[in-house]
């Protein structure tokens, strides 16, 4: 157990549909961080929040829309993918994203598929 | 831009020894990490290094020089439940973190 929960695991959409991808975490941290990983690839980090604030959104299109209720909760939503956004999609949460030794904490990721 | 390099793949025998070596080139530079990633899991924390030297835990280890941007993972004793990808990341000037793509670890009996 990571402490840090994400559903669905896996999804499978088409290019039209609308999903949402949710994160949640029992660690009492105050930030919570969307990743992009694709097969031989670096993490791409896509949204950054710091205490509910989003401090980072890294040149992430606007078919991708993040939101952050609180600072347990973390959604993504999804409209009108393509295929290449096709990977697994990776939530984690750190204590605070501004400071010095700052280990985030990772789910299990959703898998994403975009027919 | 950051940039991160580690070596694609490794292979090992297990009882063996093997270093990965990862090289920054970042702004400004708060800390190296390691992480390890069981295919179709998460990545877990392995250790983290902000100062020069050897940081030991069991059969893991990790080393930093700062003045060369590198650093290294040093896995002891491997094992079978070792095989798995190994992550660096280099926090920046702005503790932004950037990483490397892994280094899938192949374990041989």
């Known amino acids: 157990e990571t402490g840090v929960t994400q559903t669905p695991r896996h999804l499978v959409m088409g290019m039209t549909n609308k999903k949402s991808l949710k994160c949640e975490q029992h660690?009492?941290?105050?930030?919570m961080y969307w990743y992009k990983q694709s097969a031989k690839k670096p993490l791409e980090l896509m949204f950054v929040y710091n205490f509910k604030e989003q401090t980072e959104n890294n040149s992430v299109p606007s078919r991708f829309s993040p939101e952050c209720p609180n600072s347990s909760h973390l959604f993504l939503h999804l409209h009108t993918l393509q295929p290449e956004d096709s990977a697994l999609y990776l939530c984690?949460?750190?204590?605070?994203?501004?400071?010095?030794?700052?280990?985030?904490?990772f789910g299990p990721g959703t898998r994403l598929t975009v027919l | 831009g950051q940039n991160i390099d580690q070596p694609t793949e490794m292979t090992a025998t297990e009882g063996a020894i093997v270093q990965i070596n990862c090289t920054y080139q970042t702004s400004g530079f708060n800390g190296l990490f390691w992480y390890q990633q069981h295919a179709g899991e998460a990545p877990t924390f392995l250790s983290y290094n902000v100062l020069d030297g050897l940081e030991e835990k069991g059969r893991f280890s990790s080393f930093l020089s700062r003045s060369d941007s590198y650093g290294y993972l040093l896995l002891q004793e491997l094992q079978m439940k070792d095989s798995a990808s190994y992550l660096c990341?280099?926090?920046?000037?702005?503790?932004?973190?950037?990483w490397g793509a892994g280094t899938r670890l192949i374990l041989k009996p």
């Open positions: 984690a949460s750190s204590q605070d994203s501004s400071s010095g030794y700052n280990e985030q904490f």
């Open positions: 990341a280099v926090r920046d000037q702005d503790y932004q973190l950037s």
């Open positions: 660690l009492g941290h105050n930030a």
